[in-house]
């Protein structure tokens, strides 16, 4: 197991169904991140969808009822979590998606990256299994962000975690086949999202991208 596989794991057990457990900060933080998926996502129903690093299920429950949602993730104590939220569960790692290319209409990677080495492998393999005009939707941590650098610098955020700006992230899409993105930006703790905000109050980001076909 790796440092991170056993962070999960240990996280999964101690903190369960909690939004902490898969490191959103607060009750805040979460609904702030899920509200902003739910407005990328729209009404979306009877679509084949992949969560890559689904967690404990918490985030994306609420697209279960009406898709068909396969949840990926290596740690074996969130995938159960997930289950009983009716994902279908996937044992693996990001890196190597145990899928056809072209399987999903969407494919989500939410509070991923961060966690990553090579983020451009598993960009690369989120793009492959999504279908042409499929939808990609990623959550990463602002690189520019004034707040975040007072939560580390109060020691409130102990862990080495990676971050983005939003043209590195546009790139690292482009350069996988993706366009048509889009982003919504979040400032914690703020329980909202904005298409346009003062970059340096920016602690969060989801972008959105469609595969060119
Ligand atoms: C911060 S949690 C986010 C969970 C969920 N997406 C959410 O936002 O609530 C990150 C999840 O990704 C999983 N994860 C991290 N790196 C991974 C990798 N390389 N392969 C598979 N799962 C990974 C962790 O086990 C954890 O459950």
Redesign the pocket.
């Known amino acids: 197991m790796n440092f991170?596989e056993r962070h999960?794991e240990e996280r999964a057990k101690k903190l369960g169904e909690l939004p902490e457990a898969?490191?959103?900060k607060d009750r805040i933080a979460f609904l702030a991140t899920r509200n902003a998926l739910k407005s990328l996502l729209e009404e979306i129903r009877g679509k084949r969808i992949l969560?890559v690093?689904?967690?404990n299920g918490?985030?994306t429950e609420f697209l279960t009822a009406s898709n068909e949602v396969l949840g990926?993730?290596?740690?074996f104590s969130?995938l159960k979590m997930a289950e009983k939220k009716n994902f279908i569960p996937i044992l693996?790692?990001?890196?190597h998606l145990p899928f056809k290319s072209n399987t999903f209409d969407c494919v989500l990677g939410?509070?991923?990256l961060q966690?990553?080495e090579n983020e451009a492998e598993v960009v690369r393999e989120m793009a492959r299994v999504t279908k042409p005009r499929g939808t990609i939707i990623l959550s990463l941590l602002h690189k520019n962000s004034l707040i975040r650098e007072l939560i580390e610098w109060t020691g409130k955020e102990t862990l080495e975690l990676k971050k983005f700006s939003l043209p590195q992230t546009r790139g690292l899409l482009k350069t996988h086949g993706i366009g048509k993105i889009s982003f919504k930006l979040l400032s914690y703790p703020l329980p909202c999202s904005f298409s346009r905000f003062p970059l340096p109050l920016v602690t969060t980001f989801l972008v959105k991208g469609e595969k060119i076909a």
């Open positions: 991170w999960f898969c490191d959103h969560d690093g689904c967690g918490i985030i990926l993730d290596f740690s969130m693996g790692g990001a890196s939410i509070g991923l966690y990553i």
